[in-house]
């Protein structure tokens, strides 16, 4: 059984901190990890891809993967209270069907 | 735009009744997929779809059906015979199955079966 594991949380970090949130996957042959921020009743979106080893920046956002530990992450400088969502981490499945494997998520609370 | 359109937003339905979800896509892409999400949980798959008229089971696909005679179009059926039906349902798709490209999403219905 192919699993994606992420601390529950909740992560409560003060505005303007950096936020740091886990992944690990169990599926070495795993190509392609993704980060969807997903807003209370609403559906996930897409804020990071990343495929290779080491740190990929997007503004405040850097994933960070290594794939020797199945491990990835997702830092968030200067955090918003915006930034207060639940992040789920999706791991390529592998295989000609390329279904993505979903964490359960990592609720985040940024404080004011 | 392009994107994907889920109806209805919201839905309730009576225990024993079927529902059918509406997904559909303008983004030409040929992949295809539902979800489920419970509160805490993450999404679990239930059927997915690579190409017009096929499509495979998921990981919780009893209880449910879906066709695709449209590359745009994917309704997602939730049966009777589905336990516990109440949940957030996403419908999602992909350029083409296995190309390691990430999944765009609806905005998802709520079921509520009482």
């Known amino acids: 059984q192919k699993e994606v594991e992420q601390n529950s949380g909740p992560l409560s970090v003060p505005e303007g901190a950096i936020a740091s949130l886990n992944c690990t996957y169990s599926?070495?042959?795993?190509?392609?990890f993704f980060w969807y921020r997903q807003y209370s009743g609403k559906s996930p979106e897409l804020i990071m891809s990343?495929?290779?080893?080491g740190d990929k920046e997007d503004g405040r956002f850097t994933a960070q993967l290594n794939k020797a530990s199945q491990y990835v992450s997702l830092l968030i400088r200067d955090s918003q209270p915006s930034d207060s969502a639940t992040y789920l981490c999706?791991?390529?499945?592998?295989?000609?069907?390329?279904?993505?494997?979903f964490g359960k998520g990592t609720k985040l609370s940024v404080k004011p | 735009d392009g994107g994907i359109t889920q109806s209805p937003k919201y839905l309730f339905r009576k225990e024993g009744q079927n529902v059918t979800l509406s997904c559909e896509q303008n983004?030409?892409?040929?992949?295809m997929y539902w979800y489920r999400q419970d509160p805490g949980q993450g999404l679990r798959l239930i059927y997915y779809?690579?190409?017009?008229?096929?499509?495979q089971k998921g990981d919780i696909a009893e209880g449910y059906s879906v066709s695709r005679e449209k590359k745009e179009s994917f309704p997602l059926t939730v049966t009777s015979a589905q336990k516990n039906p109440t949940a957030f349902y996403l419908c999602?798709?992909?350029?083409?199955?296995?190309?390691?490209?990430?999944?765009?999403f609806g905005n998802g219905t709520r079921l509520t079966v009482t």
């Open positions: 999602a798709s992909s350029p083409r199955p296995g190309s390691n490209s990430p999944l765009h």
């Open positions: 599926d070495r042959v795993s190509q392609s």
């Open positions: 990343i495929y290779s080893n």
């Open positions: 999706a791991v390529n499945g592998g295989g000609s069907q390329g279904n993505l494997i």
């Open positions: 983004l030409n892409h040929d992949a």
């Open positions: 779809s690579q190409i017009v008229n096929d499509f």
